[in-house]
């Protein structure tokens, strides 16, 4: 892969900070909010991911044109964070299983992806990806095929967001992955080592630790960042704070 020449911009304000990614056809905005969610900003494209911790942390962003979501869980699809928000001109893009709880009526339309498939909405090309807990049982939390990770195609990067998923074969099979968005916390999805193993064999070019707090508080994201550098020292982690 060809490492791309990337500017670093880091401002803080408030809970959020961001991340400004150049391409040849403008920059990509990174607003990491909480948890697992996140705002993509790209020329007139807002997307918000996994809306969730109340409206009101999402005042000081621009009103969504896309909204991304993962699985069925609260801290994905959260009903009182999307009633406070205005989803007049949002598409909501969803697994069946969300659209299967979301009223109706919910923001502009909303687009249903199936793992494996591929919509381009608002000129916007989204690969839906399994996320999944293994081993498969029928009692796992996640369930392969019942939620989505995502890959999102802006300015000729592709971003990849990982959902609730353990170190499964498809993540260590992604190529040319621009900047990744990878959880870790027990016993929801995976731990740091396994984490770390599967970024370090499909290399995006930078990646961000999120979706890290469990049930034993928050993972030690340092130890990932190191973990990673020890076997693919060309990844740039990059640690922010996503529960101030």
Known sequence: MKYLTLLFLFISFGAFCQDIIPTKNGDITINPITHGTLVLEYNDQVIYVDPYGGAAAFDDQKKPTLVLITDIHGDHLNQETLNGLDLKEAI???PQAVADKLPKGSGKSIVVIGNDLSETINKVKITAIPMYNLPETSDSRHPKGRGNGYIVHLGGKQIYL???TEDIPEMRALKNIDVAFVCMNLPYTMDVE?????????????????HYRGTEGLSD???FKTLVNESAPKVDVRLRNWYQ
């Open 221 to 223: 994201v340092e130890k």
């Open 92 to 94: 909501l893009v969803v």
């Open 162 to 164: 990982s959902g609730d």
């Open 194 to 210: 396994q984490a770390a193993s599967a970024v370090a064999e499909f290399k995006p070019t930078i990646v961000y630790p999120y």
